[in-house]
């Protein structure tokens, strides 16, 4: 078992910045591909990024590229996504993402509010 707790989560305005955390427990976090995704008002969970187990490899949905950045520090059982240039239909519960073959383990998400 995983336990992942995000936070950072808030309101900022557009074109602000926030950087989210998500804290692992349990099994080995170096294991597992990490990743980010959220779901905004009546939208489904969708995709925002992914870091491979050793932090060299990373891949972002189109619609936060260049804005997002995503980083691990497999030492303090860590992962981040610091946001940039926010907009409002940043506007989501972003929820951290561990996953080790078809296994996956889910945070409890962390509410992000961008007001124009």
């Known amino acids: 078992q995983v336990q992942l707790v995000e936070s950072g989560g808030g309101l900022v305005q557009a074109g602000g910045s926030l950087r989210l955390s998500c804290v692992a427990s349990?099994?080995?976090?170096?294991?597992?591909?990490m990743g980010w995704f959220r779901q905004g008002p009546g939208n489904k969970r969708e995709f925002v990024g992914t870091i491979s187990w050793s932090g060299s490899s990373t891949y972002y949905a189109d619609s936060v590229k260049g804005r997002f950045t995503i980083s691990r520090d497999n030492a303090k059982n860590t992962l981040y996504l610091q946001m940039n240039s926010l907009k409002p239909e940043d506007t989501a519960v972003y929820y951290c993402?561990?996953?080790?073959?078809?296994?996956?383990?889910w945070g409890q998400g962390t509410q992000v509010t961008v007001s124009s």
């Open positions: 349990g099994r080995t976090f170096s294991a597992y591909t």
């Open positions: 993402n561990a996953r080790k073959f078809v296994v996956n383990y």
